[in-house]
DNA sequence: CGGGTAGTTGAACCAGTTCAAATCTGGTGG
DNA sequence: CCACCAGATTTGAACTGGTTCAACTACCCG
């Protein structure tokens, strides 16, 4: 459980986002190829690799360019709370802005690449703290919805919808459509981020797939995609959002 | 339940945060009669006022001057979930900013003042867009604790702690010091931001009461700092955070 | 003082946890 | 390529803390 801290340092570069072909999902709604931000790539991270700890200093913001990573802190009980799952395109980080200190720890949980954006920021860029507030606003209207819901099936559907349409591939199978993901996180895991015991969360997936809303097999994932205006629309529309994370 | 519309709209006034009394509470660290932001006052909202509603336009951040307010959303069972309680000196609605427009509604607890910070703003300035990224950063790591704790007791005394330092009188009585504190939300309300039933509240704050951790007597608290040291701290610092919002 | 809402208490119930054990999976080394 | 191992997942069964329902009481407002 303890991870290895053998997170690898090496190298980094400068980059201009304007090359990235993660440009458009690090900075939605830019104009491409502004050249507008500079960031530095980080070291590829693999599973288990910490990026930052608990206590330490925050020196910038990451984007997520592939992989997953997990925010989590320990509570009192040594009980691990998982306060954000991160994927693709995803922005990290922002919470420990202002107390300039990490109050959390953020590990990978597959293999990872991130670009960094140090803070305070290199250049005097007025559009690039607008750009930032509106994602610490996202964020915020997101964490209020990561509440665990009225019931563990519910959750849990909604877990796995916001997971599939932020990262999943689209697949037809007749005239379905289906989201076949592969998680990069344990049961347990997202026990920890729903609030509720991994036996729970196990029991939880196997009502949906005895539904028919899903398949699983260990951690691959295929989730049926309902179609709009059906039945089961207006259940899943309870999980309504844009992604897991900003 | 359903809270009357008759919210007051009444004259404002464009205001300069320089010659208000709250200015150092709104702009924490800011450089005293700077005058550098301006808002505008607006109408006093009695108990039940609304200040926004749910699928309203977002126009402007609001900072609370006195009194209380609570942020909430209908789930799809119909029922309420408090995200947010903000007292004197907090400020309201950024998670709306990014997609301009209002998912939850809020309404005033009690009689309650506040001044508005008109979005887009009108002057173009970045030290403004800074403490703005910060208070979001503030009120992201907040959120992030606000998530129910192992139990009920743990829950319910971290959040009285909060609002009390937060809101709270400091009274001495003898050798210890005590908070005093009317209470602006019911047992209800709390119930529904923590996650518990209105009753759990109920016999937790009587737990607490038994173990001398506080007087109540309705909304009335006064509430025991335990002395630096001793080993109900270490049990409070579970809650240690700055404020219930920000 | 009287009515109505908020708060409190008790008892039964039940969803989710806990504990324990079986089974499965993915990855490793031979 | 296959056997094997450690960790992850699943299942079952007992337990328990929080919810629910139903009175009852206290407080606040007119």
Redesign the interface.
């Known amino acids: 459980m303890a991870p290895k801290n053998n997170a690898l340092r090496l190298a980094t570069a400068t980059a201009n986002c304007d090359c990235c072909f993660m440009e458009s999902h690090c900075w939605p709604g830019i104009e491409a190829h502004s050249g507008e931000v500079l960031v530095k790539r980080e070291p590829t991270l693999m599973a288990e690799n910490v990026l930052w700890r608990e206590g330490a200093q925050f020196n910038g913001l990451y984007f997520v360019r592939s992989g997953a990573i997990k925010v989590y802190?320990i509570?009192?009980?040594g009980?691990e709370?998982i306060?954000q799952f991160a994927f693709a395109g995803d922005l990290l980080g922002?919470?420990?802005?202002?107390?300039g200190r990490h109050?959390?720890s953020a590990v990978a949980l597959i293999e990872t690449m991130l670009c960094k954006l140090p803070w305070p920021p290199p250049a005097?860029d007025?559009a690039l703290?607008?750009r930032?507030?509106?994602?610490?606003?996202?964020?915020?209207?997101q964490?209020?919805r990561a509440?665990?819901?009225?019931d563990p099936d519910a959750s849990v559907r909604s877990f796995l919808h916001e997971i599939a349409t932020h990262i999943g591939r689209e697949e037809r199978v007749g005239e379905n459509v289906w989201i076949r993901q592969r998680l990069p996180m344990s049961r347990l895991e997202i026990g920890q981020y729903l609030?509720y015991a991994e036996e729970t969360v196990c029991r939880s997936m196997r009502r949906l797939q005895s539904n028919g809303e899903l398949e699983v097999s260990g951690r691959t994932l295929l989730l049926r995609q309902p179609p709009v205006g059906s039945a089961a629309t207006?259940?899943r529309?309870?999980g309504r959002t844009e992604t897991l994370s900003a």
């Open positions: 802190e509570d009192l009980s009980e709370r306060l922002l919470e420990a802005l202002a107390a109050e959390n005097d007025r703290l607008e930032l507030l509106k994602r610490a606003s996202v964020q915020l209207r964490r209020a509440t665990r819901l009225a609030g207006a259940v529309s309870a």
